[in-house]
């Protein structure tokens, strides 16, 4: 199955703003109300404003095109002590990073997939993995970093066993944790979330 990958600016520019937000209101993720909210409430703003680029992930569905899932990219700087990371990863991200021997940790500005999610509206979500859609979303990461240069990306995800596994299965390590701010608490569980880490190879 082949997958289209657009970034929202462009169906925007093209659609307009009104009909754009038609098309994604009917997106439904159960399992996340913040990444549904985000899609249907932020990720236009967002993009206007270069907070974050979002990018609608979909494919051909008895004769349609469907969305199956998006994912949101931005910047975030962060702290990362050193104790929680192998002498492996402490020797990659030393490169990318600005060493502060006094909390014995690194302050690096990282790539972040801020939202990550599939679309359950009419089953769409059946149509990609998980892992495929995270794969997008790094991949997109590697597009940036040959022009900017860098190795990592990072998110944040709930403290969830079954989310944890997944992104472990793919290469995150987790380093941290983020308490949540006030806003974010209505539509997330938990009192925060769990800050995760990825080295990129040149892999394709």
Not at 18 to 37: A, G, I, M, R, S
Not at 66 to 90: D, P, Q
Not at 149 to 178: H, T
């Amino acid at each position: 199955m082949s997958f289209n990958i657009i970034n929202l600016e462009d169906i925007y520019i093209v659609k307009g703003e009104k009909d754009t937000q038609n098309l994604l209101k009917d997106f439904e993720c159960p399992l996340n109300n913040d990444v549904e909210y985000f899609i249907k409430n932020k990720a236009i703003e967002f993009s206007k404003q270069g907070i974050a680029k979002t990018y609608i992930v979909s494919t051909s569905y008895k004769n349609k095109q469907v969305i199956v899932g998006y994912f949101a990219l931005t910047n975030k700087i962060t702290e990362i002590k050193k104790n929680i990371l192998s002498y492996k990863m402490r020797k990659r991200i030393s490169r990318f990073s600005i060493n502060d021997e006094l909390n014995k940790s690194y302050s690096v500005s990282l790539p972040l997939i801020g939202q990550l999610g599939k679309n359950f509206c009419n089953g769409y979500n059946k149509l990609i993995s998980g892992d495929i859609l995270l794969k997008f979303a790094c991949d997109k990461v590697r597009d940036v970093q040959k022009i900017v240069g860098g190795k990592f990306v990072m998110l944040e995800c709930e403290d969830k066993i079954k989310l944890k596994e997944f992104y472990e299965s793919n290469g995150f390590v987790c380093f941290g944790k983020r308490n949540l701010e006030k806003d974010e608490r209505e539509k997330n569980c938990g009192e925060y979330l769990l800050q995760m880490l990825c080295y990129l190879n040149n892999k394709i």
